[in-house]
């Protein structure tokens, strides 16, 4: 599994945290180096006589730009020099946007500690935006001046917020590239009704109050990674009962009153890894029957109240790895038949009240090896089956009596 956060959301995060090392000046800003990038920087601060400052995506535009209190370019470095733009005059986005200000793909605005007095009506004039807007802490408690918004092709972040506890603004929102709520105090996402797609990563955490995504109906696609964490009180999720694909990982863990999976039940495939952890109260994945395909890992770990994987019936492939770890009340991997083929290894540990593996007998191709706890289980596999036949070259832990503590004589 990919242990870093993707894209956009890197971005923000090296930005807000201010963390890099400081690199260089331009025209009396101090701008530091994105270290994920070759080359580039992320602008940090502005001087007396430039009141604003953009931030670009330096791993793709590779450059920076500084500009005046007019809007203008003054000065600029690498790919940016060929980009121009026109922005609010001033670093805390008061005043608000017309399409003009934000329609540069690679443009990334920050609007810190925002208020709802400088959420004013100038963002009326918003419809389009092609670059990422980001609304990172604040005490705004109303965006409703966002209600034109209909297209957000490069992104919309509202972060760091426990204020807002409502959405109500982007009703009329239907695509967006990257799209977060992190750490903000709403309960639900009822305002998302238009939302059909995020073509980038759509991530939604931290957000303690939030109990359901009934809302979010109409979305029918993820571009990049879907990762919902950290919703402590996060109920069901059949708002989402519309996804069909995940263009990258899906990451569902530590939402820790989820019981259930339900509202997946249209989702066929994962084009990356598939990550199902830390949900204390999750007791079923039945609402996963459609799925078919995980182009990365499969990882179910960590889950002490999942009784049974069912769910995963349609399931034929994972292209990475297969791994089910620590989940104390599962008693049969019943559900797996159609697996066939795992690209990498297969790996069961810790599952203490695991007895029925015979799920397994159907897989024909594993791409490296199987491991399974030193014990013997109840139900074991069919000695016919390719795991049992390849036993010498596919089972790693292999033991004097392990090959008769899982296969059949």
Request: glycine letters at 8%; hydrophobic letters at 35%.
């Amino acid at each position: 599994m990919k242990k870093t956060i993707l894209g956009a959301l890197a971005l923000i995060t090296m930005s807000i945290a201010a963390s890099a090392a400081v690199t260089s000046t331009i025209d009396g800003v101090t701008a530091t180096e994105n270290p994920a990038c070759t080359e580039g920087y992320v602008l940090k601060a502005e001087n007396e006589e430039t009141d604003k400052t953009v931030t670009y995506d330096s791993c793709d535009t590779l450059g920076v730009a500084v500009l005046d209190v007019e809007g203008n370019v003054i000065s600029s470095t690498g790919k940016a020099a060929a980009l121009s733009t026109t922005i609010a005059a001033d670093n805390t986005c008061e005043g608000g946007f017309s399409n003009e200000g934000i329609q540069d793909s690679g443009q990334v605005i920050q609007c810190p500690d925002i208020s709802t007095a400088a959420l004013s009506e100038g963002y009326l004039n918003l419809t389009e935006a092609k670059g990422v807007l980001i609304f990172a802490g604040g005490s705004y408690t109303d965006i409703s001046n966002l209600k034109n918004l209909t297209e957000a092709d490069g992104g919309l972040a509202f972060m760091n917020n426990e204020n807002l506890v409502s959405l109500a603004g982007l009703e009329n929102l239907e695509n967006a590239g990257v799209f977060y709520l992190m750490n903000l105090g709403i309960t639900d996402v009822d305002e998302l009704e238009s939302l059909t797609s995020a073509t980038g990563e759509l991530i939604i955490m931290l957000n303690k109050n939030l109990v359901n995504m009934d809302g979010l109906n109409s979305l029918t696609s993820v571009g990049g990674m879907l990762s919902i964490n950290d919703n402590e009180n996060l109920i069901d999720i059949d708002g989402l009962n519309s996804l069909t694909s995940v263009g990258g990982s899906f990451w569902l863990d530590k939402n820790s009153s989820l019981t259930d999976v339900s509202g997946l039940n249209s989702l066929t495939s994962v084009e990356d890894d598939f990550l199902l952890s830390e949900n204390s109260s999750l007791t079923s994945i039945s609402g996963l029957s459609s799925l078919t395909s995980v182009e990365g890992a499969f990882q179910l770990k960590n889950n002490p109240s999942l009784t049974s994987i069912s769910g995963l019936n349609s399931l034929t492939s994972v292209g990475g790895v297969f791994q089910l770890n620590d989940n104390p009340s599962l008693t049969s991997l019943s559900g797996l038949s159609s697996l066939t083929s795992v690209g990498e290894f297969l790996w069961l540990n810790n599952n203490p009240n695991l007895k029925d593996i015979s799920a397994l007998n159907n897989i024909t191709e594993i791409g490296d090896y199987v491991w399974f706890d030193d014990r013997e289980y109840e139900v074991k596999m069919d000695a016919n089956s390719y795991i049992c036949q390849n036993y010498d070259t596919k089972v790693t832990n292999k033991s004097t009596t392990l090959k008769s503590n899982i296969c059949n004589n």
